[in-house]
Nanobody, 126 residues
Framework: QVQLVESGGGLVQPGGSLRLSCTAS????????IGWFRQAPGKEREAVSC????????WYADSVKGRFTISRDNAKNTVYLQMNSLKPEDTAVYYC???????????????????WGQGTQVTVSS
């Protein structure tokens, strides 16, 4: 069974940093684009960032551009989301998901993604 696992969430003060990790069991991630989404209480799930299967291209939501960095280490079968200068509005459950290889699809749409992790909580508060 395909399974994605997120880790690295926690409680951090405003201005702090966290690095989220997304790993997979029973399959390799390098074939897939990987997206990060987040969902805050009472809000819809929103796309945060995406990286192509080749790491040749990345995408960021305007709200995190310049603060978050997505990367992947295929040798470790892991995708990372480095989050700096965190704000209280970044508080949410963060999910990673597998997207298709290639181009011509919408990285902001959750319907483009097939497999999802269970999520990791990020709380930014003083």
């Amino acid at each position: 069974q395909v399974q994605l696992v997120e880790s690295g969430g926690g409680l951090v003060q405003p201005g702090g940093s966290l690095r989220l990790s997304c790993t997979a069991s029973r399959f390799t991630l390098d074939y897939y684009a990987i997206g990060w989404f987040r969902q805050a209480p009472g809000k819809e799930r929103e796309a945060v960032s995406c990286i192509s299967s080749s790491s040749g291209s990345t995408w960021y939501a305007d709200s995190v551009k310049g603060r978050f960095t997505i990367s992947r280490d295929n040798a470790k079968n892991t995708v990372y989301l480095q989050m700096n200068s965190l704000k209280p509005e970044d508080t949410a459950v963060y999910y990673c998901a597998t997207g298709p290889p290639g181009t011509g699809w919408d990285p902001t749409s959750p319907y483009e993604y097939d497999y999802w992790g269970q999520g990791t909580q990020v709380t930014v508060s003083s």
